[in-house]
């Protein structure tokens, strides 16, 4: 499945939600904010919201009151 974080192009073999891809790329799901095909999904959703094949989603990660966007390294 190809998806598109942070508008890097990823590949994931497995069918995730939001959670999985957050602990697939090592992120704590308290300190980020999440963006999936121009929608904010809600943290309550995180565990029940499926990523699809050609998604576009963007993480939005907090540290110290600072915000980064590029989280992805190759």
Known sequence: MNIKVNG???K???PLTINGL???????????AIER???IVPKSNYSV????????I????FINNICYFNLLCA
């Open 8 to 10: 890097e192009n990823i």
């Open 12 to 14: 994931i073999s497995d």
């Open 22 to 32: 957050l602990n697939h790329i090592g992120l704590d799901d308290r300190r980020v």
């Open 37 to 39: 095909n121009l929608e």
């Open 49 to 56: 919201t499926n990523i699809s094949d050609g998604d576009q």
């Open 58 to 61: 963007e993480i939005v990660h």
